[in-house]
């Protein structure tokens, strides 16, 4: 019979899964599946490479004695949003086209703009 995997001309995998299963894999799929995988652990800043292994850099809070848990969640999700790490999962969860991400880019900056006028008006005059 099969084995696990037998390999065919250079694009295309046969492999067997439970219950003897076979299943053609275009190497193509398992590329886009692991460049998916890659962004979303690595890109989104989930996981780090050091010299010493993988560090997880997540998001965390201390529950303290006092604290109910709905305002332990609330907290949390405060944390989430400002250091983006919904946005960003989200952004990398599907493509986004290069118009889409100007467009995101240039909202951004004159967001950012108007966010200093108001802070120092004299900043931007002439």
């Given at each position: 019979?099969?084995?696990?995997?037998?390999?065919?001309?250079?694009?295309?995998?046969?492999?067997?899964?439970?219950?003897?299963?076979?299943?053609?894999?275009?190497?193509?799929?398992?590329?886009?599946?692991?460049?998916?995988?890659?962004?979303?652990?690595?890109?989104?800043?989930?996981?780090?490479?050091?010299?010493?292994?993988?560090?997880?850099?997540?998001?965390?809070?201390?529950?303290?004695?006092?604290?109910?848990?709905?305002?332990?969640l609330r907290r949390f999700k405060k944390m989430c949003d400002k250091e983006g790490i919904i946005n960003q999962s989200k952004r990398y969860a599907y493509f986004e086209k290069p118009s889409d991400k100007r467009r995101r880019e240039e909202s951004r900056r004159v967001k950012n703009i108007k966010k200093a006028q108001n802070l120092n008006p004299n900043l931007f005059s002439s």
């Open positions: 019979m099969y084995s696990n995997f037998i390999k065919l001309p250079q694009h295309i995998v046969i492999c067997r899964a439970i219950e003897g299963a076979i299943f053609i894999i275009t190497l193509t799929f398992l590329l886009t599946v692991y460049k998916f995988i890659y962004s979303i652990i690595f890109l989104s800043g989930f996981l780090t490479l050091n010299r010493n292994g993988v560090d997880f850099s997540m998001a965390k809070i201390q529950i303290s004695e006092n604290e109910s848990l709905r305002e332990a």
